[in-house]
């Protein structure tokens, strides 16, 4: 699946010359935290809109302290996004500590 920061607020990618390419190309936003840029365990370099996450960040944090750990599908179809925004959003959760990921696809809030 083929993602754009300019339609969908995100996108992915495992090409690391792309992801720095697209960091530089970005760097302005970059500094005025419109967006923010990782590279997760799983390989990929996740690149997301500020304003998208703080859109979902109170469900999914609320979703989570109800259900304590929740994998990815159950993530997806309560903020009714696909998987692959659900997996970047946990990932920048998880960046600042607010969820961790108990083991593949399974998140945990952190209390």
Known sequence: D??????????MT?????????????EERIKAREIRGMKSF???FYI????L????EPGLLSFLKA????????????????????????EFEREDGNIIE?????FQYVE
């Open 102 to 106: 108990k083991r593949r696809d399974l």
């Open 67 to 90: 259900r304590k750990t929740a994998g990815l599908e159950a993530i997806g179809a309560e903020l009714k996004v696909n998987k692959h925004l659900a997996r970047a959003l946990c």
């Open 48 to 51: 997301l809109e500020c304003a």
């Open 53 to 56: 996450l703080a859109r979902f």
């Open 42 to 44: 799983d390989g990929f």
């Open 14 to 26: 495992k090409d690391e010359v792309r992801a720095r390419e697209l960091s530089q190309r970005l």
């Open 2 to 11: 083929e993602y754009s920061l300019e339609v969908d607020g995100f996108m």
